[in-house]
């Protein structure tokens, strides 16, 4: 794919998920390296030499990252008036001319984080995720073992800790989390038990372990603000949600280890009187197909040792079809052992909220 095509993909992408703000400003960006000469020139300079960079890391996000990361260091000017992510208020003329202005002027600036690939930890994934760790608790009554493959900053690690209200207003979860995700579940799901609506028993998390082929240190300031960097600007609930994520990893750190997927499921094993879930979130995609058998192989293996006092539970959200002929969709599916069923439980957006329980066993 070509630069502009590139660029006008990502555009559209960014429209689609709730940004107008960058599908404005990446297709002015397009536009102007359609148009050549003059316009394209800041554009052409300050991408030199990753022009190929593509695909879920492609260089539109690398290239909206860095100047983000810019704003929020406060080293982008007048810039900073129209990103919302630092009190600013979106414009689309008065945004644009800074956006170019920035460019034109520090291409070094801009070029420093143009060779990472973006990493972001989306706290609103735990909206499924957790719906899923309620079914799990529902059917087993046991206090769970979490573990997560692909953590990012391991955020999603402290979903039992966040705050949940459901589409009736219903508050689930930890009142008084700094994480609140409005409206994060629809239909008859686990978060009540039965038909009058009284909360559903919250599950007890007694482990977590994360890991990842690049953690992102969740205590830094480094690592706070490349999570912060990617989540575009004029996503306010994301960045609201992110902070407070942030702040309880701040009193709670959960390490997550720096290892493959594959690596991390091979220690693993049923532990008496607990269930251990595996779960993963927007992760699967980057792993190769061995690895990807490697891990359900193994989730195999160790099922076959589970037993009603020590389930597994295999908790996934990733972008997949439920049956071929289905467009992909967000998916929450649960596997769990002794027997592997496998159902699809609950659909939910790129970002995670809202999520949609449908329930029902694999055809
Ligand atoms: C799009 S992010 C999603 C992070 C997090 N699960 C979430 O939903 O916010 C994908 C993550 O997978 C990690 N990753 C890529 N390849 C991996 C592998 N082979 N094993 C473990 N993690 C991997 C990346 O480093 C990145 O942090």
Known sequence: MDLEAALRAQAQACAALGSPMYADLLGRVADAVAAGGRAAAPFTRVLAGYEDASGPSGLALRLAGSVHRLVLERRAGALAAYYPSVGGTWEPEGCWAAFVGLVADEPDAVREWLDRPPQTNEVGRSAALTAGLLEVTRATGLPVRLVEIG???????????????????????????????????????????????????????????????????????????????????????????????????????????????GDLVDGLAPVEGTVTVLWHSVMWQYLDRDEQERVLARLDDVGAQATPGAPLAHLSLEPRRRRRDDDHAFWLVLRTWPGGETRFLARSRGHGVPVDWVDGTAG
């Open 151 to 261: 953590s990012s900053g391991g955020l999603n690690l402290l979903a039992d800790r966040f705050c949940y209200v459901d589409e009736h207003g219903r508050v689930h979860g930890d009142e008084a989390s700094p994480v609140r995700l409005d409206g994060a579940w629809t239909g008859p799901g686990p978060w009540t038990d039965g038909t009058d609506g009284r909360p559903a028993v919250w599950p007890t998390v007694v482990e977590r372990t994360g890991s990842d082929v690049r953690p992102v240190d969740v205590t830094t300031t480094a690592g706070r603000l490349a999570l912060t960097a990617y989540v575009w600007p004029d996503m306010t609930a994301r960045h609201e949600r992110l902070r407070g994520a942030l702040r309880l990893a701040a009193e709670t750190p959960v390490t997550v280890r720096t290892q493959g997927a």
